[in-house]
């Protein structure tokens, strides 16, 4: 089992503890200067965390989430100001009179600010993404300085009296420089950036700008400059690395989490009102409201307790989330996959380096999930069919060299450069037309070694070196492609040997008539398996890394890989057929006795072949072989489950991966439909969960 540790959404509840304790100021009876430092320096992570949470998700999804949450923004801050309606008349306060600063940057209540600034920081944020996060960093962190100049350095300014003018403006419009334009956009970007160190680096450059921001705090606020105290230099950093941390530690998720912190942070200062009625009728005032931490607790106690019967009554009331595994979906065990990464580095020896193949979604793994899996195991080069699957990549955070095999029409140059994505040269004319887009274009050059699919023939030494003479052409690596590596028999062996020679005489030539060829690589996963180790600076390796071979043949040296996925399926009912009796179409399932069908939810539209029934293929139903009969259908397929005692629907069959003791593997169902495992993972429908 994967260890689950939902750190992120935890942190959620924590963070929401925390911005409570803003609002009650638990430690005042005891300590001023404690209170101080609880609420106005610790607490003051917390609204930065949920920033980033939600930069780091939207990045993760290509921003294409913006429209969604900006709408769950509106709707919530809208809910919210009919919620606190009441309190505000109570306090006297009349916000028609200036509802644009109110509504647009301060909130209509105290702690509502942070939605007005989420659904500006957002569209900032998004805005300056598409420039790419170099661009889009410098230019947050730029606003935030003028953010910390109206905050807690505002006394340092505001005797320069243009500064001071500036900012008098400033509030006008906003009471607060903490806001959705110089506070939101840079927490939202260093979300996005989702950086990740190794944990103990997080944990000690956590733990020490910490203690530099806690110096900066306290320094402040001996000097007392501070307007308000929500900004610190060393705020942004010690995010960068506590989230960091919170990466590294993260496994899975905590979907309750996430609501209930969301309506404590809403809740609370309802709660705050509520607390003080209640201690005023039953006469606790000492305890629950003289008494700050008392005041504390019984508020977060009240917020926490508000909100959890209110999740549980939306769940009664509304829709649970629908499940992933409703009906016919993947597992990915990330551990086995890191685990590979792991035996294939070790087998490449300490001069080569690992590129995961991570084309047509990492062989229907999951591209996203998995290049970031594989960068936590240190793999930093990653390799696409495509300039869109580079891009998606790109834009979920992943970093180091990203290789695009594939043909890219020379139009697309601009992009290559925009996403640093570095592109294969297929033959010498597509490296010119990159060339002559204007744009400095990374290449790796493939050679034509014997395959005779892309490439420069290997031995047109003449149109290499014409390659290396345009200046827009950055040749970052040279690779070839063996097409006979996974056989083993003399004529094959033969073969790949012609390839590697010709490969390696290649670029002897280069570096001799000076044409470096900078990174080189020629292995995929079965040259990986059947030759000796190679001079080279990589290997691609994409099938090997999911744990399976292509087929059953033998490798000469075998690895000790597990398999990646498994792929299961719902029973959605059991009939029972008389002898005689057909089924499916063509009825070309018929009864030669009493037989008992399940139909199983998964089919060809999900990526299983049609013929696999015909073929003699088999799933596993309550760790026993059942065989699937008949013709797959779109969607169904039906299994033969006499021999299975007490299949009900709802039960999960397994087409690959383990049921107790029994296994199907990849390479076993490949070879029963008559191909080979790259294909029919590649394959597996997007309608899968
Ligand atoms: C797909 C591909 C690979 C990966 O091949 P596997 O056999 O899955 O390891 C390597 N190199 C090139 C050029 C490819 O197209």
């Not at 200036?98 to 944020?125: C, E, K, S």
């Not at 996060?133 to 300085?145: D, W």
């Not at 927490?187 to 203690?211: E, K, T």
């Not at 290396?468 to 492609?481: A, Q």
Request: glycine share 10%; hydrophobic share 45%.
């Amino acid at each position: 089992m994967r260890r689950s540790l939902p750190a992120l959404d935890g942190a959620r509840l924590a963070a929401a503890a925390l911005v409570v304790a803003i609002h009650t100021s638990p430690l005042t009876t005891y300590s001023a200067l404690g209170d101080f430092y609880l609420t106005r320096v610790l607490a003051r992570l917390a609204v930065p965390f949920f920033l980033m949470v939600s930069g780091y998700f939207l990045a993760r999804g290509g921003w294409k989430g913006v429209g969604r949450l900006e709408r769950k923004m509106a709707l919530l801050y809208g809910a919210a100001i009919l919620l606190y309606l009441p309190l505000n008349f109570y306090r006297g306060l009349d916000p028609v009179s200036d509802w644009p600063r109110l509504l647009l940057f301060d909130g209509t209540f105290y702690h509502l600010w942070y939605f007005p600034a989420v659904m500006l920081g957002v569209l900032i944020a998004w805005q300056l993404a598409r420039l790419g996060l170099r661009v889009a960093l410098p230019v947050a962190g730029l606003l935030y300085l003028v953010g910390l100049g109206g905050d807690s350095y505002y006394g340092f300014l505001s005797g320069v009296p243009a500064l001071e003018s500036f900012y008098q403006a400033l509030f006008q419009l906003s009471s607060y420089t903490r806001n959705g334009l110089f506070f939101a956009p840079l927490f939202l970007l260093l979300g996005a950036a989702g950086v990740r160190f190794g944990p103990r680096l997080s944990a000690l450059g956590a733990a020490l700008s910490f203690a530099a921001m806690s110096a900066e705090g306290l320094w402040l606020h001996s000097l007392d400059v501070q307007r308000h105290d929500s900004m610190y230099v060393f705020l942004p950093v010690c995010m960068v690395f506590l989230f960091s941390l919170l990466l590294h530690w993260n496994r899975g998720e905590c979907r309750p989490a996430r609501e209930v912190s969301a309506l404590v942070y809403l809740l609370h200062p309802w709660c705050i009102v509520l607390v003080r009625g209640a201690a005023e009728v039953l006469g606790w005032e000492g305890a629950l409201v003289t008494n700050s931490l008392g005041h504390y607790l019984a508020v977060l106690a009240s917020s926490a307790g508000l909100s959890v019967g209110f999740c549980l009554l939306r769940h009664r009331l509304l829709l649970p989330p629908l499940s992933r595994r409703a009906r016919a979906w993947r597992e990915v065990d990330e551990n086995a996959l890191r685990h590979n990464a792991r035996v294939l580095q070790r087998a490449l020896g300490p001069r080569c380096r690992l590129m995961a193949v991570v084309k047509a979604d990492a062989y229907g793994h999951g591209a996203v999930r998995v290049a970031r899996s594989l960068e936590r195991e240190g793999v930093h080069t990653f390799a696409v069919a495509t300039l869109a699957e580079g891009i998606a990549l790109r834009r979920a955070g992943i970093r180091g060299v990203i290789l695009i095999l594939g043909w890219t029409p020379p139009e697309e140059a601009a992009r290559l450069a925009r996403w640093h994505l570095t592109q294969a040269v297929a033959d010498e004319a597509h490296g010119k037309a990159l060339a002559a887009q204007g744009r400095t274009v990374h290449v790796h050059l493939a050679l034509d070694t014997g395959m005779h699919r892309l490439g420069i023939p290997a031995d047109d030494h003449e149109a290499i070196a014409r390659l290396y003479r345009l200046p827009r052409l950055k040749i970052d690596g040279v690779f070839s492609h063996l097409c006979l590596s996974d056989r083993t028999d003399d004529a094959a062996q033969a073969f790949t040997q012609s390839q590697l020679e010709r490969f390696y005489r290649t670029l002897d030539w280069m570096r001799a008539a000076g044409c470096r060829p900078g990174r080189v690589h020629i292995q995929a996963s079965y040259g990986v398996w059947n030759l000796p180790e190679q001079p080279c600076h990589y290997a691609r390796v994409g099938i090997a890394l999911y744990g399976v071979g292509s087929d059953r043949s033998p490798v000469r040296q075998p690895l000790d890989l597990r398999p990646v996925l498994s792929l299961r399926a719902r029973v959605a009912t059991v009939r029972t057929l008389a002898e005689g009796e057909g089924a499916g179409y063509g009825l070309a399932f018929r009864a030669e006795r009493e037989t008992r069908l399940a139909v199983v939810s998964i089919g060809y539209a999900d990526g299983i072949p049609r013929d696999l029934g015909a073929r003699g293929g088999g799933l596993l139903l309550h760790g026993q072989r059942c065989p699937i009969v008949g013709r797959v259908c779109m969607d169904q397929l039906l299994a033969d489950v006499t021999e299975v005692e007490g299949v009900r629907p709802g039960d999960t069959a397994t087409l690959i991966g383990r049921d107790g003791g029994a296994e199907i593997r990849a390479e076993e169902l490949a070879e029963t439909c008559g191909t080979i495992t790259n294909e029919l993972l590649s394959r597996l429908g997007a309608r899968l969960g």
